[in-house]
């Protein structure tokens, strides 16, 4: 696998405010992925309206890289990604496994156990 950093393209379109000045209901997180291919720092972090939820983006965050690493064939449920302030603390984790809902059929209709590799 290679090592994914798909945060950027998920910012909301028109958070961030006009002349590049934040707001005071703006505020940067930071979104570090950890996942099979190693640690991918988020140095720049993202700009988030106090209402909007972190967890929620990064939630969109791990579907996008589960999205291309499905097409590959692979579900790498193992990673995850640290939420943290500008300050360096860290305030949240979402697991990729807390993003999907992975659902294996017990069966095929000719009775055999499913088989989990292509």
């Known amino acids: 696998m ?4 798909h945060l950027a393209p998920l910012q909301p ?8 000045r934040r707001s ?3 505020r940067r997180l930071h979104f570090d992925l950890h996942n099979g291919t190693g640690f ?7 700009e988030l309206e ?3 939820d972190p967890r929620a983006f990064a939630i969109r965050s791990i579907r996008s890289i589960l999205s291309e690493e499905v097409i590959k064939g692979i579900v790498d449920l193992t990673g995850w990604i640290d939420i943290r302030s500008e300050s360096g603390i860290q305030f ?9 809902c992975l659902r ?9 156990a ?5």
């Open 104 to 112: 294996l059929d017990p069966g095929d209709r000719d009775g055999r």
């Open 2 to 5: 290679r090592r994914h950093n």
């Open 40 to 46: 991918t720092a988020d140095d720049e972090g993202r």
């Open 114 to 118: 499913p088989s989990r590799q292509a």
């Open 13 to 20: 379109a028109g958070k961030l405010p006009t002349g590049g």
């Open 24 to 26: 005071p209901a703006m």
């Open 92 to 100: 949240g984790r979402v697991c990729f496994s807390e993003a999907v």
């Open 50 to 52: 106090d209402d909007d």
